[in-house]
C-alpha cells in the first residue's frame, strides 16, 4: 500500500500541474529566465491533428547548476503559429506554465484553425528560441480528398541501430506519421556493440523521462518530428517488456508477488510516455484516478480525414488479458501448442479490452464507416495468424491476436456485420515486414478476404527469426509477402480509387550513413481487398 499512496499522493500533485499547464498565462505571469544553454535540446513536435485544432509539443531540458534554480519552479513558455517559415504572418499566439511535476514539458492545445492547411510553429522561453516545426490540419469530415500519405512505423531500440531511417522519412512529402509503439526500451542495452543507454534498467519516473531524453536527443528523430504532425499510440517497451494490462512483463525486476510494485512503475511510465508525447492534456488529466485503480489513460481515438479515411488508433496492452499457457507459469510471452492450451479459446479473453472492443465495434456500425473510402486501423502488432510450424499442428505465439482468437474474431465479425469500407490494418512489434489478407476466419483457409494488412519492420529494432522467414512465410498463405532482415518504415498512400504501399529499409542499421532503398511495393483497388505487388 505504500507504492499506491505515494502514487496518490504525487498524482493529486501531477493533476493541478495539468491543469496550470493547460490554462493561459495573464501577461504579468510572462518570465524572462536567462538560459545557460539551450533549453530546447529535445526540439519540438505535433500531433492529435483534426480539421480545426493541434497539439503542439516541446519540453524545457538543462543541465548545471543554473538549470537546476529554474527547474525548481515552473517556467512561462510562449508558442506561435503562423502561415509561414519567417513568422511574418501570424496566425496564433499564447503562452503556457512548463512546470517540473510534469518535467517542465509544453502541451500548447491550439484550436479555431483552418482546416487542410499547412502551418509553422515554435516556442520561445525567456531569451531562447526553440526550433522551427511544421505542421498540418486534416480536412473536414465531409471534404471530398484526393490523397492521404502517410508513414507507419515502430520499434526503435536505441542501442541495436542508428535512428536514420527518420532521416530518409523526411523526404516522403508526408501528410503524418503513424507510430504504432515501442517509442523508448526499457533495457539497459549492456550487450550492445554499437551504443548503450545510460542509467541500466528503467524502472521509476525518473529513468523513464532520462530514457525519452536520451531518445529525443537523437537529431533524425527530432527532425521527423519537427516535419508533420504524429498520430501515436504505444506498445508494451514503454512500460515493460511482455506486460499484459494490469500483470508484469518479464523484464527489468518484475516482481509477481507485488501487483502494486508493478502498477507504480506502469504509472510514472504512462506519465512519462504523456509528457513527451504531443497529445491532448485530457490524456492524462481523465487517466490520474484511474491508474489507482489499473486504468485507464485513454488514447484510442477515432480521426477523420475528409470522406476519404478514417483513422483508428488503437490500445493494445493497457487492458490486455494476460498471455496464456507460459512454460512453469512464467510472465511475458511465448510460442505455444494451442492445443495443449486449454484457455486458449476462451470467449472471455480480450487484447483491446471490452469496453475499447465495444466502442470499436460502435465506430464499425455508425454509417460513416460506410460513407469513407477507407478504414484504417492503427494498432501495435500484427493481426493475421502467423504459424510458425510447418506441416501439421500448430505453434503460435502467445503475445499477439494469435494470443487471443476469440478476440480477432469479434474483430472481424464486426468489420464484415458492420460493411465498413475497406478496411487496412497497419501494425507493428514484430520487426519485420508482413503483408497479407484479413480473414474472416483464419480456421478456414477458404473463408472470404475482408480486409488488407501491413504490418511494419522496425525503426532499429532486432530481429530473431530471419532464418525461417520463406518457410514461415509458405505455412500462412494468407499472408503475400515477408522480410525478416531489412529494417525502416511503411509509406501508404490513400486516394478514393487505390492504395499503394511502399516498404522502404536502409541498407545497414548499425551505420549513420546508411542508405535507403524500395524494398517491394503493392497496391490494393478500393472495393476489392487483394493486395497486389507492383
Same mark, same amino acid.
Given at each position: ?31 524572462? &529566465? ?62 503556457? $506554465? ?89 533495457? &539497459? ?61 518479464? $523484464? ?137 510450424? $510447418? ?144
Amino acid at each position: 500500500m505504500k507504492h499506491i499512496e505515494s502514487l496518490r499522493r504525487r498524482h493529486l500533485l501531477v493533476l493541478g500541474a495539468v491543469s496550470a499547464a493547460a490554462a493561459s498565462l495573464p501577461r504579468g505571469a510572462w518570465s524572462q &529566465p536567462r538560459f545557460a544553454a539551450n533549453p530546447f535540446t529535445m526540439g519540438v513536435a505535433s500531433g492529435s491533428p483534426t480539421s480545426d485544432s493541434l497539439v503542439l509539443w516541446t519540453r524545457l531540458h538543462g543541465k548545471g547548476a543554473a538549470w537546476n534554480g529554474l527547474a525548481q519552479g515552473p517556467v512561462a513558455v510562449r508558442w506561435e503559429l503562423a502561415h509561414d517559415e519567417q513568422f511574418a504572418r501570424m496566425v496564433q499566439s499564447g503562452q503556457v $506554465s512548463a512546470t517540473p511535476e510534469l518535467a517542465h514539458c509544453v502541451h500548447a492545445e491550439v484550436s479555431g484553425l483552418e482546416p487542410d492547411r499547412w502551418y509553422f510553429y515554435r516556442f520561445m522561453a525567456g531569451d531562447a528560441l526553440s526550433p522551427v516545426g511544421r505542421t498540418r490540419t486534416f480536412p473536414k469530415p465531409d471534404a471530398l480528398v484526393d490523397r492521404l500519405r502517410l508513414a507507419y512505423a515502430s520499434c526503435q531500440k536505441w542501442e541495436d541501430g542508428y535512428f536514420t531511417a527518420w532521416r530518409h522519412m523526411r523526404e516522403e512529402n508526408l501528410d503524418a506519421v503513424l507510430f504504432l509503439g515501442d517509442y523508448i526500451y526499457e533495457y &539497459p542495452g549492456t550487450s550492445s556493440k554499437l551504443r548503450t543507454p545510460a542509467g541500466g534498467w528503467v524502472l521509476d519516473l525518473d529513468d523513464y523521462r532520462a530514457r525519452y531524453a536520451l531518445y529525443k536527443g537523437d537529431a533524425d528523430l527530432q527532425a521527423m518530428h519537427a516535419a508533420c504532425p504524429w498520430l501515436v499510440t504505444w506498445d508494451d517497451h514503454e512500460v515493460q517488456n511482455d506486460y499484459a494490462g494490469v500483470q508484469a512483463g518479464n $523484464s527489468g525486476f518484475a516482481d509477481p508477488s507485488s501487483a502494486a510494485n508493478f502498477l507504480a512503475r506502469r504509472a510514472v511510465a504512462y506519465q512519462a510516455w504523456y509528457e513527451h508525447m504531443p497529445v491532448h492534456s485530457s490524456v492524462l488529466m481523465q487517466g490520474l484516478a484511474g491508474l489507482m485503480r489499473g486504468a485507464e489513460m485513454r488514447i484510442y481515438q477515432r480521426v477523420e480525414y475528409g470522406r476519404l479515411a478514417s483513422l483508428y488508433l488503437l490500445d493494445g496492452r493497457q487492458y490486455k488479458d494476460p498471455q496464456l499457457c507460459n512454460k512453469g507459469e512464467a510472465l511475458g510471452s511465448s510460442r505455444v501448442n494451442p492445443a495443449s492450451c486449454a484457455a486458449w479459446k476462451d470467449p472471455q479473453r480480450s487484447l483491446l479490452g471490452h469496453q475499447q472492443e465495444r466502442w470499436l465495434h460502435q465506430e464499425f456500425a455508425n454509417p460513416r464507416s460506410r460513407a469513407v473510402q477507407w478504414n484504417v486501423l492503427g494498432q501495435p502488432t500484427l493481426l493475421g495468424q502467423r504459424n510458425f510450424k $510447418s506441416g501439421a499442428g500448430q505453434i503460435l505465439w502467445n503475445d499477439g491476436w494469435d494470443g487471443y482468437p476469440a478476440a480477432r474474431s469479434r474483430l472481424t465479425d464486426a468489420l464484415r456485420a458492420s460493411l465498413a469500407a475497406n478496411p487496412v490494418v497497419l501494425g507493428g512489434d514484430v520487426h519485420e515486414n508482413w503483408v497479407g489478407h484479413v480473414k474472416a476466419d483464419y480456421a478456414d483457409p477458404g473463408s472470404a478476404s475482408i480486409g488488407v494488412e501491413f504490418c511494419g519492420t522496425s525503426i532499429s529494432s532486432r530481429t530473431g527469426g530471419a532464418a525461417k522467414a520463406a518457410e514461415i512465410l509458405a505455412a500462412n498463405p494468407h499472408f503475400v509477402f515477408a522480410d525478416a532482415q531489412r529494417k525502416g518504415y511503411g509509406v501508404v498512400e490513400f486516394t478514393p480509387n487505390h492504395l499503394s504501399t511502399t516498404l522502404r529499409v536502409v541498407d545497414d542499421v548499425m551505420r549513420q550513413d546508411t542508405r535507403i532503398e524500395t524494398l517491394a511495393r503493392f497496391t490494393v483497388q478500393a472495393g476489392r481487398p487483394v493486395v497486389e505487388r507492383g
